[in-house]
T-cell receptor, first 111, second 116 residues
Framework: GNSVTQMEGPVTLSEEAFLTINCTYTATGYPSLFWYVQYPGEGLQLLLKATKADDKGSNKGFEATYRKETTSFHLEKGSVQVSDSAVYFCALSDGNNRLAFGKGNQVVVIP | GAGVSQSPSNKVTEKGKDVELRCDPISGHTALYWYRQSLGQGLEFLIYFQGNSAPDKSGLPSDRFSAERTGGSVSTLTIQRTQQEDSAVYLC??????????????FGNGTRLTVT
């Protein structure tokens, strides 16, 4: 079935560092791919998306490119801020209009 | 504007009791989802309502779980005879359209359920 795998463990980094969170997927057909973010005390919200191969989603300085050849959708940001501290979830939509989520990665940015 | 509202925000219950969790979606959103987030796990799909269509119940983990959506708006998730493994954060989300490609999910803050 469809599934999403995120790198294990929390990510701790200093302000202005480069952030990468890996996401790979398994799917039949051509899923859409998403990154959702959960800030402390808030509900999940859509960060960015890509609906077809080679599309790049971007928002708030974050980017992710839909790579069909490597079945990946890695999230990157060139210079993180303390306010980027949150839990990040990679997800894909299957043909049944549901989202399949990864386990999430806690990101902690230290001033 | 008003987002997805869930109540209660926290619920502690004794094993074996029944619980009801409520979700008020964003007005006009036809799609409504329930997910479960357990410690160290991702979000697990439970059930999906779309307009007047029959719900997709394929994610419900057992027959102790049920959900209904009245009048195409408010939804209630019911867990009967709760077990400790039911402890989790239950998330509700709604969407305005029928395609996740164009209509993102809007999540509530969830109900944290603790079964003692």
């Amino acid at each position: 079935g469809n599934s999403v795998t995120q790198m294990e463990g929390p990510v701790t980094l200093s302000e202005e560092a480069f952030l990468t969170i890996n996401c790979t997927y398994t799917a039949t057909g051509y899923p859409s791919l998403f990154w959702y973010v959960q800030y402390p005390g808030e509900g999940l919200q859509l960060l960015l998306k890509a609906t077809k191969a080679d599309d790049k989603g971007s928002n708030k300085g974050f980017e992710a490119t839909y790579r069909k050849e490597t079945t990946s959708f890695h999230l990157e940001k060139g210079s993180v801020q303390v306010s980027d501290s949150a839990v990040y979830f990679c997800a894909l939509s299957d043909g049944n209009n549901r989202l399949a989520f990864g386990k999430g990665n806690q990101v902690v940015v230290i001033p | 504007g008003a987002g997805v509202s869930q109540s209660p925000s926290n619920k502690v219950t004794e094993k074996g009791k029944d619980v009801e969790l409520r979700c008020d979606p964003i007005s006009g959103h036809t799609a409504l989802y329930w997910y479960r987030q357990s410690l160290g796990q991702g979000l697990e799909f439970l059930i999906y309502f779309q307009g007047n269509s029959a719900p997709d119940k394929s994610g419900l983990p057992s027959d102790r779980f049920s959900a209904e959506r009245t009048g195409g708006s408010v939804s209630t998730l019911t867990i009967q005879r709760t077990q400790q493994e039911d402890s989790a954060v239950y998330l509700c989300a709604s969407s305005v359209g029928t395609s996740l490609r164009s209509s993102p999910l809007h999540f509530g803050n969830g109900t944290r359920l603790t079964v003692t």
